[in-house]
T-cell receptor, first 115, second 114 residues
Framework: AQSVAQPEDQVNVAEGNPLTVKCTYSVSGNPYLFWYVQYPNRGLQFLLKYITGDNLVKGSYGFEAEFNKSQTSFHLKKPSALVSDSALYFCAVRDGGAGSYQLTFGKGTKLSVIP | KAGVTQTPRYLIKTRGQQVTLSCSPISGHRSVSWYQQTPGQGLQFLFEYFSETQRNKGNFPGRFSGRQFSNSRSEMNVSTLELGDSALYLC?????????????FGQGTRLTVV
């Protein structure tokens, strides 16, 4: 079975500081990893994904994520946080091997950027 | 290109009633997935349809059902509503033919059961 863990329910960061939102995963095959952001009363917006290749993936709005196979992690990062980045962030995984196409999400991390 | 459209945006239903939610995917997408989002449980997978066939199913009771039409539009039905069914129901579409493609979400339907 595949799973995602986001160990922090909430992350607070000062505007202008770098931010990291953590994610670890478990799959039996090769992982396909995704980050999404959700603003209040809205659906999820796709930020970036890792399929294969370069471990550092760049996405929308200045976000990037680092894939670490040995630590089974896929942490989301941004060099300089904006107040408008405050939202709920979800990490998701799909097993690239045989079997289900299901996309499994973590429980989400609430990011608050303090002015 | 139009995004994923979910209707209605808001619903209020009484316990015991049934409800049908609709999802129109992005043009060309053949996979539609449904999720239930609640503050306590996060995003829980209900089921996924691909080319009119249910391809994956989550751990929800049989009161939750769905279908997909030939134009890839999908409906989700919940019968005999319970208070605990109050949630944001999200629909996501993707190409569905390979596992490395991202899913795109609609804005959701907020269901309140009273």
């Amino acid at each position: 079975a595949q799973s995602v863990a986001q160990p922090e329910d909430q992350v607070n960061v000062a505007e202008g500081n770098p931010l990291t939102v953590k994610c670890t995963y478990s799959v039996s095959g090769n992982p396909y990893l995704f980050w999404y952001v959700q603003y209040p009363n809205r659906g999820l917006q796709f930020l970036l994904k890792y399929i294969t290749g370069d471990n550092l993936v760049k996405g929308s709005y200045g976000f990037e994520a680092e894939f670490n196979k040995s630590q089974t992690s896929f942490h989301l990062k941004k060099p300089s946080a904006l107040v408008s980045d405050s939202a709920l962030y979800f990490c998701a995984v799909r097993d690239g091997g045989a079997g289900s196409y299901q996309l499994t999400f973590g429980k989400g991390t609430k990011l608050s950027v303090i002015p | 290109k139009a995004g994923v459209t979910q209707t209605p945006r808001y619903l209020i239903k009484t316990r015991g009633q049934q409800v049908t939610l609709s999802c129109s995917p992005i043009s060309g997408h053949r996979s539609v997935s449904w999720y239930q989002q609640t503050p306590g449980q996060g995003l829980q997978f209900l089921f996924e349809y691909f080319s009119e066939t249910q391809r994956n199913k989550g751990n929800f009771p049989g009161r939750f059902s769905g279908r997909q039409f030939s134009n890839s539009r999908s409906e989700m039905n919940v019968s005999t509503l319970e208070l605990g069914d109050s949630a944001l129901y999200l629909c996501a579409s993707s190409l569905g033919d390979t596992k490395n493609t991202e899913a795109f979400f609609g804005q959701g339907t907020r269901l309140t059961v009273v």
